[in-house]
């Protein structure tokens, strides 16, 4: 079992930064890929970003290409996810997800592990 607790969420001005963290309770090196998503008030959970063991893969959803990066550090079992020029539709609540399988599709929910959420909110 896994546990994911996400961090460094908070209120930004439209234009800002701000870079989530995604914390395992154990090595991530056996947790092939790896996930952003988020949820707004009245919509579903969508996919943001997303990275292969090795971190040589990542995929993005269209909203997030150009202004969010992805990466991970295994060796201190942390995700993390850059966000850059923030707009105020990217308010929501991002999870970080986990799943043992090489490659997930862009549309999967099914991952194995989720965390709690952090709260994201840009105003504009």
């Known amino acids: 079992q896994v546990q994911l607790v996400e961090s460094g969420g908070g209120l930004v001005q439209a234009g800002g930064s701000l870079r989530l963290s995604c914390a395992a309770s154990?090595?991530?090196?056996?947790?092939?890929?790896m996930g952003w998503f988020r949820q707004a008030p009245g919509k579903e959970r969508e996919f943001v970003a997303g990275i292969s063991r090795s971190g040589g893969n990542t995929d993005y959803a269209d909203s997030a290409k150009g202004r969010f990066t992805i990466s991970r550090d295994n060796a201190k079992n942390t995700v993390y996810l850059q966000m850059n020029t923030l707009k105020a539709e990217d308010t929501a609540v991002y999870y970080c997800?986990?799943?043992?399988?090489?490659?997930?599709?862009?549309?999967?929910?099914?991952?194995?592990?989720w965390g709690q959420g952090t709260q994201v909110t840009v105003s504009s």
């Open positions: 997800a986990a799943d043992r399988r090489i490659r997930v599709p862009l549309t999967a929910r099914n991952y194995d592990y």
């Open positions: 154990r090595s991530i090196f056996s947790i092939n890929y």
